[in-house]
């Protein structure tokens, strides 16, 4: 596999999931700074992409339009963002985000946890 590159989306194995947890083979946008990715690191920090949006979420949730081999119309669901094994990536990088949108996704995290 080529190596990651932060603001990329792949698709990543999260089961198995546990509780409230979102699963299943999706695509997830890595946030791992790009200085440590060179490095190539066992665990990457992801945030999970959707097709759907939960109304509850709505002010975290970011809207991302399809594009290169994203399909849909996604959301990144920032209350799911995790730490996984990059052995959990499962392909080539399917599509690219913007600055800005990566820019939003750090910013939403930032607000989940109160920075």
């Not at 790009?34 to 759907?52: A, E, G």
């Amino acid at each position: 596999m080529t190596p990651l590159i932060q603001g990329g989306v792949y698709l990543a194995r999260l089961d198995p999931a546990k509780g409230a947890e979102i699963g299943k083979l999706r695509p997830v946008v890595i946030l791992t700074a790009q200085t440590l990715l060179d490095v190539d690191p066992p665990m990457v920090f992801v945030c999970p992409l959707s097709s759907r949006s939960d109304p509850t979420f709505e002010a975290l949730h970011l809207s991302l339009p399809a594009r290169d081999s994203l399909q849909r119309q996604s959301y990144a669901l920032i209350e799911h963002c995790r730490a996984i094994s990059r052995h959990r990536i499962l392909s080539e990088r399917i599509a690219m985000l913007t600055s800005s949108e990566a820019d939003q996704i750090i910013h939403r995290l930032q607000r989940l946890v109160g920075l």
